[in-house]
């Protein structure tokens, strides 16, 4: 292989490496949803190929030399960031997940919203057009007062904050 054909494919091999390194960048941000394993299984082809052809050019041969270099960088880089993905720890999404969890809520506990129904109504349909009673639960011993079954020995319940849902539209008669 000759100088301007390898040196061709040198730069071809920094845009496909510059190419990799953003999709890379997507793939942690949550843009794309599967990681580019295989681009980065034709980089480093592609990689072993120029480095089985030797060229007598020292800039070419120090310009390969310094992708590789950048290649491995990036690759412990993008290794360790996916297994923090992983094991849960990758930091932009624990930010995220702070953001998005609500304020009330906290970590690891049980959030259930529970909507009583009373059986003498039929269908669950309000007849005076009062709504249902609803109450946020944090543990099964709150579930369980609520509902006035058996409680086991464990901490005192939290206050369920009763909550009402929106009266539902009357229905329009049947038409016959």
């Not at 793939?27 to 089985?52: C, N, V, W």
């Not at 259930?112 to 009673?133: F, L, N, S, T």
């Not at 009402?164 to 009357?170: E, L, V």
Request: hydrophobic share 35%; glycine share 6%; with cysteine.
């Amino acid at each position: 292989m000759d100088a301007p054909e390898y040196a061709a494919q040198v730069e071809d091999l920094e845009k496909k490496l510059e190419r990799l390194r953003a999709l890379y960048e997507q793939y942690f941000t949550g843009i794309e949803r599967l990681e580019p394993s295989m681009q980065r299984k034709a980089l480093e082809r592609k990689i072993a190929d120029l480095r089985k052809n030797r060229v007598h050019n020292t800039a070419l041969r120090f310009r390969l030399q310094a992708l590789v270099q950048r290649y491995t960088t990036l690759l412990t880089y993008w290794i360790r960031v996916c297994r923090q993905i992983e094991e849960g720890t990758y930091k932009r999404d624990l930010m995220r997940a702070g953001r998005l969890a609500p304020p009330t809520a906290a970590a690891g506990a049980l959030q259930i919203d529970v909507v009583v129904v009373d059986p003498a109504r039929p269908g669950g349909e309000p007849p005076d057009g009062k709504p249902q009673e609803t109450a946020r639960v944090r543990s099964l011993d709150d579930l369980r007062a609520l509902l006035g079954g058996p409680e086991e020995a464990g901490p005192p319940p939290a206050e369920a904050a009763p909550r009402h849902a929106p009266a539902s539209p009357a229905r329009p008669p049947p038409e016959g």
